[in-house]
């Protein structure tokens, strides 16, 4: 096993590698692709044994949370677990393409995160995270709010955290009281760049979602898009010697604020390949400020 960079998460002061797994891709059928149980005990084990010490999950993720508890809680002590509330407790998944709505009541919030805990086979969250970035409103006019610091008291979770994205991040950066944001980050996803550092100095820890940008050209996603934006910035004679994949990894391990990236993946090969990105470390500065240069030029 590998020693991989580690950051603290902001005020949480838990150790968490610059690499998280992203477990979204445990989820399966109909919202992803079909991932056997062989498949999905064969990636976990090796994320752990990899080194990688943050999985990120929630309870709209169809199979993620049964998995992980069926294969790897008996190795509980090896990760910092992080799930999502508001999602719907008892729903069928929404078809792909679509969203389950997020529901953010006393009830609802306090059903999924017990639920959440009987799936994972724990007995409490390093991390619960609000989903779906609702407004300041809905998270106080029911209660939802209330409810999770009520668990934490409970010791049923031990950090309030928010899957946020604009127009609602300034007024959760505001609120205070989270000790976690997730926020969506990549060299061709930057329009929350400069809010994920104001997070960081309010104290929060920083999870990035979709920084390996969903794919990578070469993987037949450079038509349209993000990717579009690729193209128009002319970034391929910077690559030297990476793949466009480690290119844009690198690109987001950059960021100073961040603390985990969390990429998904199962394959092992593309596993391997996202640590080897990692421990090249952050991209060379005069490149990273190149590729910005160019990559503001198109918005």
């Known amino acids: 096993m590998t020693d991989l960079p580690r950051r603290d998460l902001g005020r949480t002061g838990l150790p968490v590698t610059m690499l998280g797994y992203g477990a979204m891709e445990l989820r399966g059928a109909p919202r992803g692709p079909d991932v056997t149980e062989a498949q999905a005990e064969t990636i976990l084990n090796a994320v752990l044994d990899a080194g990688i010490n943050y999985l990120d999950t929630s309870i709209d993720y169809g199979l993620s949370e049964g998995r992980i508890g069926r294969y790897i809680s008996r190795r509980r002590s090896e990760y910092y677990l992080a799930s999502k509330c508001g999602c719907t407790v008892g729903t069928d998944p929404a078809p792909r393409g679509q969203r389950n709505p997020h529901?953010?009541?006393?009830?609802?919030?306090?059903?999924?995160?017990?639920?959440?805990?009987?799936?994972?086979?724990?007995?409490?969250?390093?991390?619960?995270?609000?989903?779906?970035?609702?407004?300041?409103?809905?998270?106080?006019e029911h209660g939802a709010l209330d409810t999770m610091l009520e668990l934490q008291q409970e010791e049923k979770l031990r950090f309030i955290g928010i899957s946020s994205t604009l127009p609602h991040l300034k007024d959760h950066i505001a609120m205070?009281?989270?000790?976690?944001?997730?926020?969506?980050?990549?060299?061709?996803?930057?329009?929350?760049?400069?809010?994920?550092?104001?997070?960081?100095?309010?104290?929060?820890?920083?999870?990035?979602?979709?920084?390996?940008?969903?794919?990578?050209?070469?993987?037949?996603?450079?038509?349209?898009?993000?990717?579009?934006?690729?193209q128009q910035a002319h970034l391929d004679d910077l690559l030297e010697d990476m793949t466009p994949m480690e290119f844009t990894l690198r690109f987001t391990?950059?960021?100073?604020?961040?603390?985990?990236?969390?990429v998904g993946t199962t394959n092992p090969a593309h596993l391997q390949d996202n640590i080897n990105a990692l421990l090249k470390g952050p991209l060379p500065p005069a490149i990273y400020m190149e590729a910005k240069r160019r990559l503001e030029t198109v918005g």
């Not at 391990?253 to 969390?262: G, K, P, R, V, Y």
């Open 253 to 262: 391990f950059s960021h100073q604020e961040m603390d985990t990236n969390i």
């Open 176 to 230: 205070g009281v989270f000790d976690v944001f997730q926020i969506p980050y990549s060299a061709l996803e930057r329009e929350h760049e400069t809010l994920i550092s104001a997070a960081a100095t309010a104290g929060a820890g920083i999870v990035i979602r979709g920084g390996a940008a969903k794919g990578a050209p070469s993987e037949g996603k450079q038509e349209g898009g993000r990717w579009a934006r690729w």
């Open 103 to 140: 529901v953010y009541t006393h009830d609802n919030i306090r059903a999924g995160v017990e639920q959440s805990l009987r799936r994972l086979h724990t007995d409490y969250l390093d991390v619960v995270q609000f989903h779906g970035s609702p407004s300041r409103q809905a998270l106080e």
